[in-house]
């Protein structure tokens, strides 16, 4: 009797509209008291309700009936949280590339399935867009990376405007004859200086072709090439007597001799795999049109993801795409409208 007194005389002491939001708070929870699908639960609103009511209504924790101070106080919490999280959601990291660069991404990816994010990257830098290699990544089909081998890093870095290195490449043919493709690549721009094909190399033939690989080029210092016995008496003088220094690698070592190895990947992966070889005049001109692609339109990792005969920015015009490499990938460019 003499707390339901004290109670009566604080209540009396109370202005309206303490009162108001006291009846307002107990209405509340009957309201959510009625609720029955399948037990009372707390809505969004509701807690954002209780949590804003607690800084103009002082005597809100005796007003709870149904839920615990505690629970409304993390409530407020939480939504303070989420408000800080909106009004800071301004523009903050790298700016948002547009819708049409966007689909030119897709559509780099769809007409070249062989391309990684790193060459898609290299032709959007070409056609004029300023944007990262992370950003091309977040818009591409998510596959598995292909890891790569070991480099001969520290002597190829130092001399690779005065090495060229070469090996063979064997292709068959739609009757399962061997033709050989001999490769010569300098270093300093991954560039593909000379290739010839034959279906029967020889230490003659290997020389007459060193000869030509360097008939318009400069002679470098070293040669990197493995031991095959292709390689004979007449072809190593041929080198000795153009002032040459052949570097051999190791045996069953082709990592040593990564670069030009690199490029023979790239050929098989990139074009013969995709092919079936009618006889050595259908390789020539198959391997020909790949090697102008490769030297003049093919972006580069090597290269800061540039092609080995650089290409211009273009940032004015329409974009526009054609196929080369006898369609298997496509070169991009911009065209004046």
């Known amino acids: 009797m003499i707390r339901s007194l004290l109670s009566l005389c604080l209540r009396f002491f109370k202005s309206r509209a303490q009162l108001q939001l006291e009846i307002v708070y107990l209405r509340k929870q009957l309201e959510i008291l009625t609720r029955t699908s399948p037990r009372p639960h707390f809505r969004s609103s509701d807690r954002f309700f209780f949590s804003r009511l607690t800084s103009i209504f002082s005597s809100w924790k005796g007003t709870l009936l149904i839920i615990k101070p505690g629970t409304v106080i993390r409530w407020h919490r939480q939504g303070f949280r989420l408000y800080w999280r909106w009004k800071s959601r301004s523009a903050l990291g790298r700016p948002k590339i547009t819708q049409q660069q966007i689909n030119l991404i897709k559509q780099i990816t769809a007409e070249n399935p062989l391309w990684g994010d790193p060459r898609i990257h290299g032709e959007m830098l070409k056609l004029g867009f300023d944007i990262s290699e992370s950003t091309v990544l977040r818009y591409l ?194 065209k004046a409208v």
């Open 141 to 334: 089909p998510k596959k598995p990376k292909r890891t790569t081998g070991q480099h001969w890093k520290t002597f190829l870095k130092n001399h690779s405007a005065e090495i060229v290195s070469m090996d063979f490449l064997v292709v068959p043919t739609i009757t399962f004859r061997l033709l050989y493709v001999l490769v010569f690549l300098s270093h300093e721009r991954r560039k593909i200086i000379h290739i010839n094909v034959t279906d029967h190399p020889t230490s003659a033939w290997t020389s007459h072709q060193l000869t030509n690989a360097f008939y318009d080029e400069e002679i470098p210092k070293f040669l990197i090439r493995d031991r095959d016995k292709i390689f004979g008496r007449v072809f190593s003088e041929s080198v000795s007597a153009l002032g040459i220094r052949p570097i051999l690698t190791a045996y069953r070592s082709p990592w040593q001799n990564g670069y030009v190895e690199r490029v023979i990947g790239s050929i098989r992966r990139e074009c013969l795999d995709h092919l079936i070889i009618v006889n050595e005049t259908h390789l020539r001109g198959i391997l020909r049109s790949y090697i102008h692609y490769y030297n003049t339109q093919r972006t580069h990792l090597g290269v800061s993801k540039d092609s080995p005969e650089p290409r211009e920015v273009q940032a004015d015009g329409q974009i526009d795409g054609v196929a080369v490499a006898n369609g298997l990938h496509h070169f991009y460019f911009r």
